[in-house]
């Protein structure tokens, strides 16, 4: 099947730091990404759709200049936390859609980025 | 607005069978999905519906009802391991993904 990754697996920062978090898909061109945050024991809020080469269309009440969202290429999306603060503290999940997914909608999810902001 | 609705917790015993209901309310529909994720991972890919009927993987099935805007995953053979959330979920526009709040599932020897 298809993978997606994601780097890091987990992440400890300072309050008023900038954290960048990076989703690939490892086998697989992924021509839609998406990116979710999870708090505990809540469900996955989708935060942004990035399409490849274009900008990234944000959900209401996500803020654009706080989550920089760029999807480079078919297999890179890079989620930017700026000037993070605990309320930002979650984990960040993104998933990936290519050609071969959409047969049946699925959407192939990466592992995860724990991020704690102290 | 987008709705979805499922049952925040569901007990079963080993063995047993369990239906998750979920119903929802959006603008836009394409199918709706069903995902499994267990506490500090990431969800997993279950089952898709984009038309009414039964889809049958193994020891899951799902369900969906358009005009009735409803649909239901069913477990069967439970086994401990199942224990885990599950979350409904419908496509929409663009593939873009809404999740319900998900389901806990408890299964007890």
């Known amino acids: 099947g298809a993978v997606v990754s994601q780097h890091p697996s987990w992440v400890i920062c300072k309050s008023g730091t900038s954290v960048k978090i990076e989703c690939r898909s490892l086998?697989?061109?992924?021509?839609?990404m998406f990116w979710y945050r999870q708090f505990p024991k809540q469900s996955l809020m989708l935060m942004a759709t990035?399409?490849?080469?274009?900008?990234?269309?944000?959900e209401q009440g996500v803020e654009k200049d706080k989550f920089l969202i760029n999807h480079a290429s078919l297999t890179l999306s890079t989620l930017t936390v700026t000037s993070a603060h605990p309320e930002d503290s979650s984990f960040y999940i993104c998933?990936?859609?290519?050609?071969?997914?959409?047969?049946?909608?699925?959407?192939?999810f990466g592992p995860g980025t724990r991020l704690t902001v102290l | 607005g987008q709705s979805l609705e499922q049952p925040s917790e569901v007990t079963a015993v080993e063995g047993a069978i369990v239906q998750i209901n979920c119903t929802y309310q959006?603008?836009?529909?394409?199918?709706l999905s069903w995902y499994q994720q267990h506490d500090g991972g990431a969800p997993t890919f279950l089952s898709y519906?984009?038309?009414?009927g039964l889809e049958e993987t193994g020891r899951f099935s799902s369900f969906l009802s358009r005009s009735d805007s409803y649909g239901y995953l069913l477990l069967q053979e439970l086994q401990m391991k199942d224990s885990a959330s599950y979350f409904c979920?419908?496509?929409?526009?663009?593939?873009?993904?809404?999740f319900g709040a998900g389901t806990r599932l408890f299964v007890k020897a």
């Open positions: 998933s990936a859609t290519g050609t071969s997914g959409r047969v049946n909608n699925e959407q192939f």
């Open positions: 086998d697989f061109q992924a021509t839609t």
């Open positions: 990035s399409n490849e080469g274009s900008k990234a269309t944000y």
């Open positions: 959006t603008s836009g529909f394409y199918g």
């Open positions: 519906n984009g038309l009414d």
């Open positions: 979920a419908v496509i929409t526009g663009g593939f873009k993904t809404i």
